[in-house]
Nanobody
């Protein structure tokens, strides 16, 4: 059973920074990638960023490109989302995701519970 535990959310002013962390745990776990989605009130869930575990290739949504960065610590199976130059429109619940073996469909197959990020104007 793979579990994802998020931390690091909170309230920040416009232009500020926050760093989210997500630790994955599970017996005999094979990780292919980890990342983040977000969902704002009244809006659909949207992709934010992803990092491939083998090689560290990263992907970002256009809306966060250049402001957010994603990194990983393979030893602890932890992914980090560094969010800089935050805007009020970044306010959302951020959900950690993972793609772990076995896989039989595109996209992540594990989800965290979510963590609130609020950017005040």
């Amino acid at each position: 059973q793979v579990q994802l535990v998020e931390s690091g959310g909170g309230l920040v002013e416009t232009g500020g920074s926050l760093r989210l962390s997500c630790a994955a745990s599970g017996d005999n776990m094979i990780l292919y990638s980890m990342g983040w989605f977000r969902q704002a009130p009244g809006k659909e869930r949207e992709f934010v960023a992803r990092i491939n575990w083998d090689g560290g290739v990263t992907f970002f949504a256009d809306s966060v490109e250049g402001r957010f960065s994603i990194s990983r610590d393979s030893a602890s199976n932890t992914v980090f989302l560094q969010m800089d130059s935050l805007k009020p429109e970044d306010t959302a619940v951020y959900l950690c995701t993972a793609r772990v073996a076995p896989v039989n469909s595109p996209g992540p197959n594990r989800w965290g519970h979510g963590i609130q990020v609020t950017v005040s104007s």
